[in-house]
């Protein structure tokens, strides 16, 4: 029967050729790793009608490249072997019921026995939501015969949710793309700033102008990494607090005197970005005024302690604590004036999400507390109204 052609019929190049190739590019598939979300479909569809072969075909330029298969060993044909290319030129399934009687199929390898003898064909196109046609998904038989209307439907419907699911895929790559040039140009605006902000500070002949500039720079740091914590997770509003915490503190570690040692005891919690955000300040105002008032000669080696339980459902407690001997005698200075920009600071940014802060000094050094929720969103949230204050020990 074969003898009656010369020779098998190539298929046409589709009439947005240059435009198909690079949708298909766009995917970011060819050549990838296996993945057992294709590799289920292509088993499943085989069971389903009783076939020895099932593939995903992508028509490439020179080849078509099977991103699942099943039955099939080689993981790509060229073109010339490909009946898939003659699949994509039509958005119907191409059903060829022997494949010894068709010009598209009579002298490819794949049936006429060189490579294999598949003498039946049948391929949905994988159709894009711009409308090209980049690859099929097809089942071989070794005998031939016809796909029924129930089969057929079959055959479409499961080409669809290949393509959802190329196109989540592409959707998730594209969205990792954004993100990561995101994630460039927000840490070269915070360069930009803490630079800015310390060009002014050397220029500075103000103490309190300095100061404000420094707690600044100080809550540039603190976004920063948090910025960094939160690249890192996939939970885009959800910030690990031992992780987070512990960059804090080897930030602040860096710039400290050499004396100073910080400790870090935070069990690994979750909380939303916002709540992270208020406790970074929060442990940075502290360190801060701790180096700048808590510390003398004399005093045992200086310590900055971080601290953070649960206390209940969506509530938590950071500690902060310090073992200096405070302010030198008469002044009206602590640990955090009240008057103090940073002090402010550290007050306003704990409010913002419903906590509150108290503070006392104790016989070991100085205590900050702040009650914070887990997540300011949650039903199940206690307002700052709620919460059982403690007064601030007397001085």
């Known amino acids: 029967m074969?003898?009656?052609?010369?020779?098998?019929?190539?298929?046409?190049?589709?009439?947005?050729?240059?435009?198909?190739?690079?949708?298909?590019?766009?995917?970011?598939?060819?050549?990838?790793?296996?993945?057992?979300?294709?590799?289920?479909v292509v088993e499943l569809l085989a069971s389903l009608l009783e076939?020895?072969?099932?593939?995903?075909?992508?028509?490439?330029?020179?080849?078509?490249?099977?991103?699942?298969r099943f039955g099939m060993e080689p993981g790509q044909t060229p073109l010339e072997q490909s009946i898939c290319a003659h699949a994509i030129l039509s958005e119907d399934i191409l059903e060829i019921e022997d494949t010894m009687l068709d010009l598209r199929s009579a002298d490819n390898p794949l049936c006429c026995g060189t490579i294999s003898k598949m003498r039946f064909y049948a391929g949905a196109p994988l159709i894009t939501r711009s409308g090209h046609c980049i690859g099929t998904l097809c089942v071989l038989d070794e005998k031939p015969r016809k796909l029924t209307v129930q089969q057929r439907k079959l055959l479409k419907v499961m080409a669809g949710q290949?393509?959802?699911?190329?196109?989540?895929?592409?959707?998730?790559?594209?969205?990792?793309?954004?993100?990561?040039?995101?994630?460039?140009?927000?840490?070269?605006?915070?360069?930009?700033v803490a630079s800015t902000i310390r060009l002014y500070r050397a220029r500075s002949n103000e103490a309190e102008t300095r100061d404000a500039l420094d707690a600044i720079a100080r809550r540039v740091d603190s976004v920063s990494q948090l910025h960094a914590e939160l690249n890192l997770t996939s939970k885009m509003h959800f910030v690990r607090l031992d992780t987070y915490l512990s960059r804090v503190a080897t930030l602040l570690q860096r710039h400290a005197p050499a004396e100073v040692d910080f400790e870090v005891d935070v069990p690994r919690i979750e909380v939303e970005s916002r709540v992270a955000a208020s406790i970074g300040v929060v442990a940075n105002e502290f360190a801060a005024n701790a180096m700048k008032y808590a510390f003398h000669e004399g005093d045992p080696k200086p310590v900055i302690r971080f601290e953070l339980r649960e206390t209940g459902v969506n509530r938590i407690q950071f500690t902060c604590r310090d073992n200096g001997s405070g302010p030198e005698p008469g002044s009206t200075l602590d640990a955090l004036a009240s008057?103090?920009?940073?002090?402010?600071?550290?007050?306003?940014?704990?409010?913002?999400?419903?906590?509150?802060?108290?503070?006392?000094?104790?016989?070991?050094?100085?205590?900050?507390?702040?009650?914070?929720?887990?997540?300011?969103?949650?039903?199940?949230?206690?307002?700052?109204?709620?919460?059982?204050?403690a007064a601030p020990a007397a001085e």
Not at 52 to 64: G, K, M, N, T, Y
């Open 339 to 389: 008057s103090a920009l940073g002090a402010r600071l550290l007050e306003a940014a704990v409010s913002q999400v419903g906590g509150t802060v108290v503070e006392r000094r104790e016989p070991g050094g100085y205590v900050l507390e702040a009650e914070l929720p887990v997540d300011p969103a949650a039903d199940s949230a206690i307002t700052p109204a709620e919460l059982p204050r």
């Open 2 to 40: 074969k003898g009656q052609f010369q020779k098998m019929v190539l298929a046409r190049k589709t009439d947005d050729e240059l435009e198909r190739l690079a949708e298909l590019r766009s995917f970011g598939v060819l050549d990838s790793a296996p993945d057992p979300a294709f590799d289920e």
């Open 51 to 68: 076939v020895p072969v099932a593939l995903i075909s992508l028509v490439d330029e020179q080849r078509q490249w099977f991103k699942a």
């Open 162 to 192: 290949v393509m959802r699911q190329l196109d989540l895929q592409r959707a998730l790559h594209n969205k990792e793309v954004l993100r990561e040039e995101i994630d460039h140009r927000v840490k070269n605006s915070l360069q930009t």
